[in-house]
């Protein structure tokens, strides 16, 4: 079962106009057990751009699936190669306002969960606990033979060493941790394998094409279940992986608030849709329920 392999869509009707009113947001949030689906969006302010937005990834950069990655020994060099450069970037990112507003709503109990979409661990950096990572950690590693789990930290060290010298210029950045990396400057970069059995490794993360896993999806319904309503912030929900979710809360009549500058595939299941710039959407909103957001 394939579960993010789309990469675009064409809207077709039912989308909402963008609003400026937060009113809908700040009362599904003071009503309380709110669950967040987070989406790259969140982390543009934090240096990471995301995938359909304005000038996002995918207009230059097309992501590694899994079958390519499992499939060629040439991919996953390309892929590494550009990983462990984009990952020197991810490890300095820092959490943005509207990762410390989602942080502060957890803590004051606003919350009955977070859902993320990313992959770049910057809620749970923020303050947020028990975020449910849908498409899995860049910070984790881990061997398609044996399953080993390992630290990325240990793994970026390791290529450090097979790869002295290696310091090439990215183009730019995808948020799936990849660095835009021509052939040439990929050259003869040299993987490394599974310390415990020789094995490929990768990511701990689902790449397009990769189903989630099941028992992940599971946990998340669970958290839709619990929720009075759904507030998705900074996706296009173009993947079904997110989309599904929404769909879920609407057909039980749960509210579902969209924060997102451009229309998303889940318009038509929505309330309402905040054009607004997300850190300080959520700033404004945290202001007027009371809610002090830290740093």
């Known amino acids: 079962m394939r579960m993010r392999p789309t990469l675009s869509w064409t809207p077709t009707g039912g989308l909402l106009p963008g609003t400026t009113d937060l009113e ?3 009362d599904a949030l003071g009503t309380g057990r709110l669950l967040v689906l987070s989406g790259a969006g969140i982390s543009t302010e ?8 304005k000038g996002g990834s995918l207009s230059r950069h097309t992501p590694m699936t899994y079958q390519d990655f499992t499939g060629s020994a040439r991919a996953r060099r390309r892929y590494w190669a550009r990983s462990h450069l984009g990952w020197r970037t991810f490890r300095g990112a820092r959490p943005n306002a509207g990762h410390r507003a989602v942080a502060a709503f957890g803590r004051h109990g606003l ?19 028990d975020v449910v990572e849908l498409h899995g950690s860049l910070a984790q590693v881990v061997c398609l033979s044996c399953g080993a789990v390992s630290p990325r930290q240990e793994l970026a060290r390791r290529l450090e ?3 002295r010298g290696f310091e090439p210029v990215a183009a730019g950045m995808n948020p799936d941790g990849d660095a835009d990396l021509t052939d040439e400057q990929v050259g003869d970069f040299r993987v ?6 020789g094995g490929i490794l990768k990511p701990d993360v689902v790449f397009f094409g990769e189903a989630v896993p099941p028992r992940r999806v599971e946990q998340c319904r669970g958290l839709v279940r619990e929720a009075a309503s759904l ?5 296009s929900l173009t993947v079904m992986s997110g989309l599904r979710f929404v769909r879920e809360a609407a057909r039980t009549g749960k509210p579902v608030l969209i924060v997102n500058r451009d229309p998303t595939r889940g318009d038509p299941h929505a309330r309402a849709r905040v054009a607004l710039p997300l850190g300080a959407a959520l700033t404004t909103a945290a202001a007027r329920l009371g809610v002090p957001v830290d740093g």
Do not use: F, K, M
Not at 231 to 235: A, F, T
């Open 24 to 26: 809908p947001v700040v």
């Open 46 to 53: 934090s240096g990471i751009p995301d995938y359909r937005g």
């Open 111 to 129: 919350l009955a969960g977070v859902i993320t979409q990313n992959v770049d661990g910057l809620h749970q950096a923020a303050g947020s606990e």
């Open 161 to 163: 060493e097979a790869n």
């Open 192 to 197: 490394v394998p599974c310390a415990d059995c």
């Open 231 to 235: 507030l998705v912030l900074g996706s």
